[in-house]
């Protein structure tokens, strides 16, 4: 659902994540963005959707819909989404929660807090692949830390209220 007037951004989170933020266990979150990530300039009252893994079941073609099934507490048969008319209605199967479309989204949350300062963290390859390199090339091989200059990143930590 489009607000107008409040901007929205998809954020990826993994299946025991949905399950902490449907118990009401999850009600922070934190991450690195970059300069250039749209998240990096969310403020409070804009609206986070959920992406979260989720299984196709059918396509209904004629009606640009589609069953699927969450990966966190949904019915064996699952729920029928309306699906977008930019996507392919592909194969079907299990999907990565950053393939899931505005859309099918299920869960809202509205940002209440956002906070973070630009730093730089020495390191552009880390062995977790975090970081982002200055410029479109990531720096690779035995001397890439070396020769890396300091990423610019912001560390958004984001205080969420369900809505």
């Known amino acids: 659902?489009?607000?107008p007037g409040i901007r929205q951004f998809g954020i990826a989170f993994s299946t025991e994540m949905v399950e902490a933020i449907l118990d009401g266990?999850?009600?922070?979150?934190?991450?690195?963005?970059?300069?250039?990530?749209?998240?990096?300039?969310?403020?409070a009252g804009d609206l986070l959707w959920i992406k979260e893994g989720f299984e196709v079941l059918e396509w209904l073609a004629a009606a640009r819909m589609a069953r699927i099934r969450y990966l966190t507490r949904c019915t064996a048969d699952g729920v029928?989404?309306?699906?977008?008319?930019?996507?392919?209605?592909?194969?079907?199967?299990l999907k990565l929660p950053r393939f899931m479309p505005?859309?099918?989204?299920?869960?809202?949350l509205g940002l209440t807090e956002a906070a973070g300062a630009a730093?730089?963290?020495?390191?552009?390859?880390?062995?977790?692949?975090?970081?982002?390199?200055?410029?479109?090339?990531a720096v690779r091989g035995p001397l890439g830390w070396e020769l890396a200059p300091r990423c610019q990143a912001r560390a958004i930590s984001c205080a969420l209220g369900q809505d």
């Open 25 to 43: 266990r999850k009600t922070e979150t934190r991450r690195l963005a970059s300069d250039t990530s749209p998240l990096s300039k969310a403020v």
């Open 80 to 93: 029928l989404v309306s699906w977008p008319e930019r996507l392919a209605m592909g194969r079907l199967g």
């Open 1 to 3: 659902m489009t607000i």
């Open 119 to 137: 730093r730089g963290c020495g390191r552009c390859w880390s062995s977790r692949r975090r970081h982002l390199p200055v410029g479109s090339a």
């Open 102 to 108: 505005r859309e099918a989204s299920r869960i809202e």
